[in-house]
């Protein structure tokens, strides 16, 4: 029988996480406000990985919270919304991206693939965040 690590070991082991693609807000003409519209870039080394992906109508996007302070993520607690006036609550209990890891999730529509090029609608993440992964969204 193997012997065990201890768990304060197993709880600190190293992750290894590799960016899929990066969030673009592709500039919107003058006239017009962007409406929502984001693209995410993959890298090439993962063309193959979106076979099929033009099907589907919704994506779960993971990227990472690129811009967030390193302070931030030591925060445990945030006030809803950022609303002081609420009762602060722990960072697990809220959508807030203050939190040890700044890991962002959106289920978002797809309204076309190009190449590489996946273009969305629904994305929260700012230009620039790491998408660390891409699923099959929700169920029609």
Known sequence: MGTRRPAARRRRSALEVHPV????????????VNSGHKQIR???EYEEALDSV??????TILYWMHELRPGDRRR???????????????????RSP???????VTTVRLVRREGLVLHVEGLDALDGAPVIDIKCGRAE
């Open 76 to 94: 445990l607690k945030a006030h809803p919304r950022g609303d002081r006036r609420r009762r602060l609550r722990g960072v697990f209990a809220l």
């Open 21 to 32: 693609g990066v969030v673009e807000v592709p500039p919107a003409p003058e006239d017009q």
């Open 54 to 59: 033009e099907t589907l109508e919704h994506l």
């Open 42 to 44: 993959v890298f090439p």
């Open 98 to 104: 203050m939190r040890p890891n700044p890991i962002g």
